[in-house]
């Protein structure tokens, strides 16, 4: 196969030998060095064979003392296909603008997709790539991605991973994060724990320090609960200082109360539907529709953009953007309080249990309608974990003297 592709490159062609003296022309091929392929003998003085060009042209010097005459049947080849196409300026200049559009489509980038962590402002990195040199139509081996991943690192303290990757004209942005970490306080410092709402205590669990409070107790938000001061546990011990830590667990209640308009606008749509167009070639746009758009207060608007693409790695730079606007009129709508008490209860226990280390218990609630407004007024009860750390800038007590205490044991007697 390889062979038969390589003798179509070189070109070759199919001739008829006819003379009386067909051992002669053998005789004088063999002699020469020119190889015939594919001979078939038809009559006493023809025979067809096939040759190379450069055999062919080699074969014209010596035809005059063989007594024979050359007709050429068919040619095949590389060369000969490229003299017909030759004259075809037209197709040539086309073949020469595809050649050069696969340049520019290879050497530049033409897609970037972007796949940053929530905890990274997506806007300011873009931003910053951007003044890089990473951007839609940047030339790949302008940029340096071990160069660009230093710097990037450098201006966003945040940023954990980053990584450009690329593949054929398409670059991947991947740069992943965390969000500053609240303040902690240090693990060797002495802290206590408080209470950070009322309830009464439920249950307490204390890793370190002296509880304070027992179960049955009410507490109030600040309370320590769990001390850092920690009293001797035996008779000549001393107190000490430690990082207080622990659980608390409390009955808790919430109050909350809640306002919703019972008359409110709906949308109704009313089948009217308009598309728009615009082209995007690189960092332009060409919009296919006259003015600046719709005004979207009384539609809705979708937007879909459709890229041309040859393979996952090799993006052209052109983009269809189709604007989609279904139409609607409001229209308006009077509820009843009891059409929204269920969905009013369970926003406000929805939000409640989002701020809160535990589970409601039970909650009592009592709707009622004024000015044309539903009022939800809930009561819940709950058990969550309400102790956080705190500072504790308790000291040490000083430790008597035997004299003091003597004095105290033996009052003077008057």
Known sequence: MVGRLLLLARGQVRVRVTGASLPRFLNACARHGITLRRMKRTAWNEMYATLSVADFRALRRYMGRTGCRVHIVRRRGAPFFAARLRPRYALWGGFFALVLLCWILHAHIWSIETNISAALPEGEIMRQLDALGVHIGARRSAIDTGRIRWKMLQLQPDMTFFSLNIQGNRLTVEAYGES?????????????????????????????????VKAGDAVSAGDT??????????????YHLTHGRGEVEAYTAYHTARVRALTTEKKAYTGKVKHQYALVLGNKRLNLYFGSGISSSTCDKIIETKTLWLSDSVVFPVSLVKQTYVFYETETVTQTADE????????????????????????????????????????????????????????IPEKESEEDAGAQQHPAQG
């Open 180 to 212: 500053p970490p609240s303040e902690l306080l240090d693990q060797s410092a002495v802290t206590k724990v408080v209470a950070a709402r009322d309830g009464v205590v439920r249950r307490i669990l204390a890793q370190e320090g002296q509880p304070v």
């Open 225 to 238: 609960l769990i001390s850092g001061l920690v009293p001797p546990t035996r008779e000549e011990g001393n």
């Open 340 to 395: 929204v008490r269920v969905d009013m209860i369970s926003r406000a226990l929805g939000d409640i249990v989002a701020g809160m280390d535990g589970m409601i218990t039970g909650h009592e609630e009592t709707m009622a309608e004024q000015a044309g407004a539903a009022v939800l007024r809930l009561s819940a009860d709950a058990v969550e974990q309400i102790g956080v750390e705190a500072v504790d800038d308790s000291t």
